[in-house]
């Protein structure tokens, strides 16, 4: 690991002021930044602990929604009553992430700015135009087995691994942040971008923005009572996903009257499944309509050499979920 | 003349006794317990945070120690598998560790047992997992939630048929 300098933020301005300083980072709760500096991805020279930052609090907002402070720990969202009450889908998806020791450790805007696990984005002696832009991408003719279907470019095939953010991306909420130049906010979906010919950047923030919080849209009763998260992974626990599917559905006398449907490791950020939805609403709720959906979305699925499984598989994975969530209905 | 890297003067509060440090800043909190204070329970496994060996318990909460920074941690409350127990007798978990042979090699079990205390502690707060069936009931730590709780701490040995039980001992 290279050397830094260590300090720890009074507050926002504070933050913000410290990481304007060459080569400065944010460090949250710190488990995927301390490994991708152990790894020598990361080479901070200075890293400005925001982890103590009073923006760890969960809040009911009067429209129903939900305010997230940006240093909340991932387990404490998950266990959360009102996350766990009116949107389950997201209590699953950070359960379904990680391990509990990583949860209790891990924050919430670090779990939406965490790195690919791209084989080739943590290998320092391997070329990565996400890692040292301009130095190719060996995935691309590699192995890509886990890589994106959806949404990649020439230059970068990398998937954001973060489960709870395909579950923020079907619900929608906004990124509350402090920078250099003032406070703005940013909708998910919205905050990760395409890799398109720029894939260093994972997200739209600018250099120096710090996430403060989250602001979940209200999900209604309708739709947080049938949604959920669904994640395939190589073992039972403790994996990052092969394909994930976070759904919600109100279903009114065997007709889709609303949905959301998101899916994760599919591409360089959670994907809204916006066709899908368009498709399905309206719809009967039948396996048939499912299907539709999903291959609705993945009619621009564009799957490399080795991992055109994946989108039978998240056909499939759309499909049984969404009839899982109506099976008392049909 | 060689480059001075940056050190920082902490202090680290370990099982009840206060540790001034002057260390790297790069210093684990994994590898200051090991190798500045001579707490070698906590193991380095993968040192990635992907086995648990390191598992100790950060103000109550368990986390890996390995990608924890030691200036990171100063103020907080480390307990490491030396201060569960009370000197002379174990801790519930380690007398179920040992009546359930729930270990071979036993380079994981310090971690495994950190990890537990940390998540019956969990479930006794209510906190679900990802297979609690209803994420609002309070959970009942059967063979299944304990093998989902525990994923984070993995057995080369491959013990877990004797660990599961051993933790459900002490968990039910």
């Known amino acids: 690991m290279r050397p830094f300098e260590y300090q720890r933020a009074a507050d926002a301005a504070d933050a913000v002021a410290a990481v304007a300083q060459p080569g400065t980072m944010y460090l949250g709760g710190g488990t995927n930044l301390v490994d991708l500096m152990k790894l020598g991805v990361e080479t901070p020279e200075r890293l400005v602990d925001v982890s103590r930052l009073p923006y760890a609090d969960v809040e009911d907002l009067p429209d129903g929604g939900l305010r997230v402070g940006g240093a909340v720990r991932n387990s404490d969202l998950a266990a959360h009553r009102s996350v766990r009450e009116r949107y389950p889908l997201l209590a699953l998806s950070l359960l379904a992430g990680a391990s509990g020791q990583l949860r209790n450790v891990a924050t919430i805007a670090g779990n939406l700015l965490q790195r690919t696990r791209c084989p080739y984005f943590q290998d320092v002696s391997k070329p990565c135009n996400k890692r040292r832009p301009g130095s190719g991408c060996p995935a691309r003719e590699g192995d890509h087995r886990n890589l994106a279907i959806l949404g990649h470019s020439p230059s970068c095939v990398a998937t954001h691994p973060s489960d709870m953010a395909v579950a923020l991306a079907a619900i929608g909420a906004d990124v509350h942040v402090t920078g250099p130049d003032g406070e703005r906010s940013i909708p998910i979906p919205g905050l990760h971008r395409l890799p398109g010919d720029e894939p260093s950047r994972d997200t739209v923030l600018e250099p120096g923005e710090l996430i403060t919080a989250l602001e979940l849209e209200p999900l209604a009763a309708g739709l947080a009572t049938r949604s959920t998260y669904r994640k395939v992974r190589e073992r039972a626990s403790f994996s990052f996903a092969v394909a994930s599917v976070a759904a919600a559905v109100d279903v009114v006398d065997g007709t889709v009257r609303d949905c959301r449907i998101a899916i994760g490791a599919v591409a360089h950020g959670p994907w809204r499944a916006w066709r899908a939805e368009e498709s399905l609403r309206g719809a009967p709720s039948t396996e048939a309509s499912f299907a539709a959906a999903a291959e609705a979305e993945l009619a621009q699925a564009d799957p490399l050499r080795d991992n055109a499984f994946k989108v039978p598989l998240v056909r499939n994975l759309i499909v049984a979920t969404l009839g899982d969530l109506c099976g008392d209905v049909r | ?172």
């Open chain 2, 1 to 172: 003349m060689p480059r001075v890297t940056p050190h920082a003067d902490i202090t680290l509060h370990v099982n009840g006794i206060d540790h001034p440090l002057h260390a790297d800043t790069r210093t684990t909190l994994l590898d200051a317990l090991r190798e500045h204070l001579g707490l070698t329970g906590a193991k380095k496994g993968c040192d990635h945070g992907q086995c648990g060996a390191c598992t100790v318990l950060v103000d109550g909460r368990r986390a890996n120690a390995c990608l924890l920074l030691a200036v990171a941690v100063e103020g907080s409350e480390i307990t490491t598998i030396e201060g569960l127990g009370d000197g002379e007798a174990l801790h519930p978990l380690q007398d179920a560790f040992v009546a359930y042979d729930a270990f071979q090699c036993g380079y994981c079990t310090p971690g495994q047992i950190c990890s537990a205390v940390g998540m019956i502690a969990e479930a006794r707060d209510g906190w679900p997992s990802g297979v609690s069936g209803d994420l609002t009931a309070d959970p009942v730590l059967d063979d299944d939630e304990i093998r989902e709780r525990m994923s984070g701490n993995i057995c080369r040995c491959g013990a877990y048929a004797n660990i599961v039980p051993a933790i459900a001992e002490v968990a039910r």
